[in-house]
């Protein structure tokens, strides 16, 4: 099949199996880039939305084997940000063309802190005209059913690999089955989803990678957050290469795949792009599939305990510099600012 085939046949929604993505992974790199851009623009137009990010705490009960604020990494300075802080910030964003907030966390037990949380979330849709984003792990139903009847709009949970077997050797202290059934119980709740996973995971393939697009078609995600593998240092995986550090260009392949097979999702440029290609990653990310820009909205003093893993950019400004950089990097690309809340465009 030609590749001009290839792609109308997949866009046309014909043909959605593991050997047809993995055919566009094989396709040549700029055909494939600029099939992803156009069908980004047919379905999400040239708005980019700036959703700011706040880091709210670094505390975590689980101990995945590549990340940097893991239980056992003792070399945290483990936070959490006072509520009226985090309302500072989230009235400034409203000056910065910011329509969402993010708060995101590590996880944690059930306990005060999603009442916690629940009230911040109560005051940002009473005080501001934000949307809100909740980040904050696998939490029982009704914590999810508080959060949304709090005003929560989305949640963002990704399952980071397709494959059981990878999950529970990455996870140790949950498994695939129980992440999809928050993903579903979220759904049940009227919440719009987010998911998404790690580009090249040590022990990944292209059929891994395959089915993790198709996993996330299947899951009818309103957005899909991926980004390259990076391991923390101070982690069991430390020093482990990404499974396609050879041909680094497959991380974009793989979002303008994403892009392809999932077209009315929203797809944000996540910042672990800029950790491998400094100052562009996520500009060409937004050329190759992606309509979403996610600035760090955490407070400057806070940033260097979040670290996820080595060279996250961003940890040296405050959230001022950091959205005045996102709005320039979207217009220097000929793109437009997002108005409103940019909700998901799906029909449900």
């Known amino acids: 099949m030609s590749t001009a085939a290839l792609l109308k046949e997949i866009s046309d929604g014909d043909v959605f199996d593991r050997a047809a993505v993995k055919a566009l992974f094989d396709l040549p790199r700029e055909d494939l880039f600029a099939r992803a851009d156009a069908v980004r623009k047919d379905n999400m137009g040239d708005e980019v939305f700036l959703r700011g990010i706040v880091e709210f705490s670094n505390v975590c009960a689980n101990d995945c084997l590549y990340c940097g604020i893991r239980k056992s990494n003792h070399d945290v300075r483990r936070y959490r940000i006072e509520e009226e802080e985090i309302l500072e910030v989230a009235h400034r964003m409203e ?3 910011q329509t969402t907030i993010v708060l995101q966390s590590g996880e944690v037990a059930a306990d005060k802190e999603d009442e916690r949380i629940e009230r911040i979330i109560r005051r940002i849709k009473t005080e501001t005209r934000l949307a809100v984003t909740m980040s904050a792990g696998n939490r029982p139903h009704d914590t999810y059913a508080r959060w949304r009847a709090a005003g929560m709009d989305r949640y963002l949970l990704r399952f ?3 494959d059981p077997d990878l999950f529970a050797f990455l996870h140790p202290d949950c498994d695939l089955e129980e992440r999809i059934g928050c993903l579903k119980d979220l759904r049940g709740l009227g919440v719009q989803v987010g998911s998404g996973f790690m580009i090249g995971v040590p022990g990944e ?13 299947d899951l009818d995600l309103d957005m899909i957050g991926i980004g390259p593998f990076i391991a923390h240092p101070d982690t069991p995986l430390a020093g482990q290469a990404n499974a396609y550090a050879g041909d680094t260009d497959m991380f974009f392949a793989a979002v303008a795949a994403l892009r392809i097979v999932n077209p009315k999702a929203h797809i944000p440029a996540t910042t672990a792009f800029d ?5 562009a990653g996520r500009d060409l990310v937004l050329q190759r599939g992606a309509n979403v820009f996610m600035p760090n909205a955490t407070p400057g003093r806070f940033r260097k305990n ?7 950019p961003c ?10 950089c996102a709005a320039a990097r979207v217009w220097s690309i000929g793109r437009v600012i997002g108005q409103g809340p940019g909700h998901s465009i799906k029909v449900r």
């Open 275 to 279: 950790a491998i290609f400094p100052h």
């Open 160 to 162: 980071e690999t397709s």
């Open 205 to 217: 393939t292209s059929d891994i990678l395959a089915d993790n697009i198709l996993l996330c078609r």
């Open 306 to 312: 979040y670290m996820l893993y080595p060279d996250k």
């Open 95 to 97: 000056g910065w063309q």
């Open 315 to 324: 940890v040296d400004e405050d959230d001022h510099q950091c959205s005045g």
